[in-house]
C-alpha cells in the first residue's frame, strides 16, 4: 500500500508570491491534517479536514489556506509569502477519528 | 503548562537500551504517539498507545503511560547506530472530531555511539 505523498519535495519562491502544495493520503483515509515544521517553532498544527470539510484549524493568518477534494487529495495554499514561511511541511492521514496517523516526507519551502 | 515536554538530547551506547521520556498535557488524552524524525525525511510513526493502556511492547519497542502523572515513555532495547534521530511524543486531545489535531513536543535528539 502506497504511503502518503507530498508534492512538490522542494519549492523556492519570492516574497510576495503565493504557492500551493498537495498531499495523496493513504488510500482509504480521509482525514489530511497539515503541519509546518521550522526550527525555532517546532511542529505547529495548520488544519485538518475530513471528507472535504475543514474539522480542525490552528492558530495561522488566514493567507493559509486548504482544502479536499472528493477524492481525499489535499491541497495548502499560503497566499502572500513571508520569510517566515520557509519551513518543511507535513501533511498527515488517518482513516477518521484517532489512531494511527502517517505522515508524507513533507514539502521544503524555501522564501526569499 | 500548555506543552508537551520532553529532555532535548539523549546519548548511549550501542547495545544499550535507551529511555526517551515525555510529558504530556491533558489527563483525558485518548492517544499518544512516538514518532521518528531522520534529517531531511518526514515522520515515522514507530508506535502509539490508546489511554486505557499502561503499556505496549513492539519488538524492541517499549511505551509506558503513567496517567496519573500524565507521563509517557519510549524505551529502545538494544539500541543501534540506526537509531539515531530525533524522537517526537505527541498528545491528542479531547474526543471525537478534536482527535485530528496532534500536538507535539519539540522532540529529543537520540544520538547512539559505537
Known amino acids: 500500500k502506497a504511503g502518503v505523498t507530498q508534492t512538490p519535495r522542494y519549492l523556492i519562491k519570492t516574497r510576495g508570491q503565493q504557492v500551493t502544495l498537495s498531499c495523496s493520503p493513504i488510500?482509504?483515509?480521509?482525514?489530511v491534517s497539515w503541519y509546518q515544521q521550522t526550527p525555532g517553532q517546532g511542529l505547529q498544527f495548520l488544519f485538518e479536514?475530513?471528507?472535504?470539510?475543514?474539522?480542525n484549524k490552528g492558530n495561522f493568518p488566514g493567507r493559509f489556506s486548504g482544502r479536499q477534494f472528493s477524492n481525499s487529495r489535499s491541497e495548502m495554499n499560503v497566499s502572500t509569502l513571508e520569510l517566515g514561511d520557509s519551513a518543511l511541511y507535513l501533511c498527515?492521514?488517518?482513516?477518521?477519528?484517532?489512531?494511527?496517523?502517517?505522515f508524507g516526507p513533507g514539502t521544503r519551502l524555501t522564501v526569499t | 503548562g500548555e506543552d508537551v515536554e520532553q529532555s532535548l538530547f539523549l546519548s548511549v551506547r550501542e547495545g544499550d537500551s535507551s529511555v526517551i521520556n515525555c510529558t504530556y498535557t491533558d489527563s483525558s488524552s485518548t492517544y499518544l504517539y512516538w514518532y521518528k524524525q531522520e534529517p531531511g525525511a518526514g515522520l515515522q510513526l514507530l508506535t502509539y498507545i490508546f489511554s486505557n493502556m499502561d503499556m505496549k511492547q513492539d519488538q524492541r519497542l517499549t511505551v509506558l503511560l503513567n496517567k496519573k502523572d500524565k507521563h509517557l515513555s519510549l524505551r529502545i532495547a538494544d539500541t543501534q547506530t540506526g537509531d539515531s534521530a530525533i524522537y517526537f511524543c505527541?498528545?491528542?486531545?479531547?474526543?471525537?472530531?478534536?482527535?485530528?489535531?496532534?500536538?507535539f513536543g519539540r522532540g529529543t535528539q537520540l544520538t547512539v555511539w559505537p
Open positions: 505527541a498528545e491528542a486531545r479531547g474526543r471525537g472530531s478534536t482527535l485530528g489535531r496532534l500536538y
Open positions: 498527515a492521514s488517518c482513516l477518521g477519528t484517532g489512531g494511527e496517523q502517517y
Open positions: 488510500s482509504g483515509h480521509r482525514s
Open positions: 479536514y475530513f471528507s472535504e470539510t475543514q474539522r
